[in-house]
């Protein structure tokens, strides 16, 4: 019994630990983004056009700016495009606009693993629906990433892109799976809390 005890502190000690180090993490993720998205589109307001280009790889683009011997770029993935006079700034603060989104999403889901470390801390234990509803809202962002890839960038680029832009209109499936799986466990993870209680109350 008192092995059992000490494999449960220990346990419980390292989700705190966890817990702690991922609301870290979380604020460290924000702090950071927050003053390097901030200094992009600063530096890339001030920036002439004609610092600004486009370059083509393959399935990809990289739109930036180089000044002397820095350069800022972001990247587009599963595009292709001719420019045709189309301004390579104006390309850059949609691009810098969409990964704000991006941004969001992840920090969205770093903030929500921390508050599951947290109900588990808070709670006692992991197997309560608290803990399974905030797994599933995990599943949910994960699909959400998903959909602002394949349809909010794509319509964005489509809309007030280059008008010769083309997009795939289904790309990287990674997170569409990984979010679906995470939602599945979650079901079967809430499901079996509530059996457990059903048995609790029995006995």
Known sequence: MDSLENIQMTMQNRCNKLGKLLHGL????????????????????????????TE??????????????????????????????YSSKKLYGILWGI?????????TILWCLSSLFHYIKSEGSPFTLLCSRQIR?????????????????AAVLFIWGPAT????????LQPAFIGGL??????????????????????
């Open 165 to 172: 832009a083309r997009t795939a209109l289904v790309s990287d």
């Open 137 to 153: 809202r995990i599943g949910f962002l994960l699909l959400c990433i998903f959909i602002y890839k394949n349809i909010f960038e």
């Open 182 to 203: 995470v939602l599945c466990l979650s079901y079967i993870f809430e499901y079996g809390i509530v059996l457990q209680q059903q048995s609790d109350e029995t006995l």
């Open 56 to 85: 083509q790889y393959g399935n990809a683009a990289k739109v930036g700016f180089h000044t002397g011997q820095k350069g800022l770029y972001v990247f587009v993935t599963n595009t292709s495009f001719s420019m045709n006079g």
């Open 99 to 107: 990964t704000w989104g991006y941004q969001i999403l992840y920090g």
């Open 26 to 53: 979380f604020w460290l993720y924000i702090i950071i983004t927050l003053i390097l998205l901030t200094l992009w589109g600063v530096c890339a307001l001030i920036t002439p056009e004609t610092f600004f280009s």
